[in-house]
């Protein structure tokens, strides 16, 4: 089994010894997510920092969160998830977003200053999505053949690098055209996401034009076409278009919001906000409600209307269960 296989959206399992099967194997009637209901009038700060993956969400959370509070602030910085574990652990935000799960020594970091870990929080399923052109007519590409795109190490198998378009049987126009690629940079969550699971740990080529934002990444394919990059689902636009992948072979699956919420998108995760929560005590009034927001109704509406995927329900209950609300 891949290093993907093995991980897909149950990574933050492993992580943090909480969850112990997938979704599909919860898999049941789906139930409504109750709206959202405020409380007496709040005020005060609150501050993000971290994913560029879930920039879009937290903006739109936050717009619509200050309509039913509308004398708080939310500042929100999307630096990269990299930058969300320092933020966190030096009280610098109230929400570290990351589109990967927080690595052990990370963990071990806030650890050592506050004698507990962070808590992660499940917000959202993301697909990374692998962009070419829209005039590009590739009918699917596996992961031994991205590695070969992609990395210098080959650590995946593949026998020899692919660096031309006809290396994967396209013709005509496209016989003769060098692959360009794009993604993002080493702080990125997605990038180190890609790393991790795609390149089976090997390093990026140096000409991997690395970008700073996922919507950079996806806008730079969209003008190019010998263009091929990944970046989030949620940032598929016009110009571009999706990529069917697999882990082997020819079975490829599209990256949608069907595919990402059963598991069967071997490139399927899910979005984090980490917190400083110490064991039995509750989350501050502010980060709380914002919380309860995302998990309302109206919180997963928004992550399906920004092209992402809602958590399913019972996932919903197993987050607000362990952070008692």
């Not at 909480?18 to 709040?42: C, D, G, M, N, Q």
């Not at 969300?84 to 020594?105: I, N």
């Not at 990256?255 to 064991?279: D, H």
Request: charged letters at 15%; proline letters at 5%; aromatic letters at 10%.
């Amino acid at each position: 089994m891949s290093v993907v296989a093995g991980m897909r959206l149950w990574i933050a399992a492993l992580a943090f010894s909480v969850f112990s099967t997938s979704v599909l194997a919860h898999a049941e009637p789906e139930v409504e997510l109750a709206s959202y209901k405020p409380i007496s009038s709040i005020s005060g700060n609150l501050s993000s920092m971290g994913s560029d993956t879930l920039s879009n969400l937290m903006t739109v959370w936050a717009e619509e969160f200050k309509r039913y509070y509308p004398s708080i602030n939310i500042e929100i910085q999307a630096a990269g998830s990299s930058t969300a574990p320092t933020a966190l652990t030096e009280a610098t935000t109230q929400f570290g977003t990351m589109s990967r799960p927080m690595r052990a020594r990370e963990i071990e970091a806030f650890e050592r200053k506050y004698g507990y870990k962070p808590s992660a929080i499940r917000v959202a399923i993301d697909a990374l999505a692998i962009y070419v052109h829209q005039d590009n007519p590739l009918e699917g590409l596996s992961f031994e053949q991205l590695d070969a795109m992609f990395s210098r190490t080959l650590l995946c198998g593949a026998p020899a690098p692919i660096t031309q378009w006809t290396q994967l049987g396209l013709a005509g126009i496209w016989q003769h055209r060098d692959i360009q690629l794009f993604g993002r940079n080493s702080v990125s969550g997605t990038y180190g996401f890609f790393k991790e699971n795609v390149l089976c740990n090997g390093d990026f080529l140096p000409r991997l034009n690395e970008q700073p934002g996922s919507a950079s990444v996806v806008q730079s394919v969209s003008t190019s076409l010998n263009a091929i990059g990944f970046s989030g689902i949620g940032y598929n636009t016009s110009g571009v278009r999706s990529v069917p992948i697999s882990e082997s072979g020819t079975e490829y699956v599209e990256a949608n919001a069907v595919n990402a919420a059963s598991g069967e998108y071997p490139l399927s995760r899910f979005l984090y906000i980490y917190v400083n929560k110490e064991p039995g005590e509750p989350l501050a009034e502010l980060e709380r409600e914002f919380i309860r927001f995302i998990f309302s109704k109206e919180g997963q509406a928004i992550v399906a209307s920004e092209g992402y995927v809602p958590l399913p329900a019972f996932v919903v209950e197993q987050e607000m269960q362990r952070l008692g609300l």
